[in-house]
């Protein structure tokens, strides 16, 4: 069984900055991708940011890039979304996913399992 588990969402202004953390126990972390969706009100829960077992390859949506950035830490178990330059759009449910296979990062099914999420709000 794999737990991931966020934290570090809040209220924040725009133009701000948080980093969101997901701790990963029950398997094998380092061998396997990592990736960040979200969910707003009323839509369907999109890609936001992904990233290679070694962390040597990353993937973003074309809405967070150059704002935002995907890092992770084998050592701890952990990857981290770092955003910053917040938008009022960016305002959803924060989810960390991790799957076995090192394709389709973008493709939200292809994810085995998934985190409680982090709700992210931004104000004007």
């Known amino acids: 069984q794999v737990t991931l588990v966020e934290s570090g969402g809040g209220l924040v202004q725009a133009g701000g900055s948080l980093r969101l953390s997901c701790a990963a126990s029950?398997?094998?972390?380092?061998?396997?991708?990592m990736g960040w969706f979200r969910q707003a009100p009323g839509k369907e829960r999109e890609f936001v940011a992904a990233i290679r077992s070694s962390g040597d390859s990353t993937s973003y949506a074309d809405s967070v890039n150059g704002r935002f950035t995907i890092s992770r830490d084998n050592a701890k178990n952990t990857v981290y979304l770092q955003m910053n330059s917040l938008k009022l759009e960016d305002t959803a449910v924060y989810y960390c996913?991790?799957?076995?296979?090192?394709?389709?990062?973008?493709?939200?099914?292809?994810?085995?399992?998934w985190g409680q999420g982090t709700q992210v709000t931004v104000s004007s």
């Open positions: 996913a991790t799957k076995a296979r090192p394709y389709n990062l973008r493709v939200l099914t292809s994810y085995d399992y």
């Open positions: 029950g398997r094998t972390f380092s061998s396997y991708a």
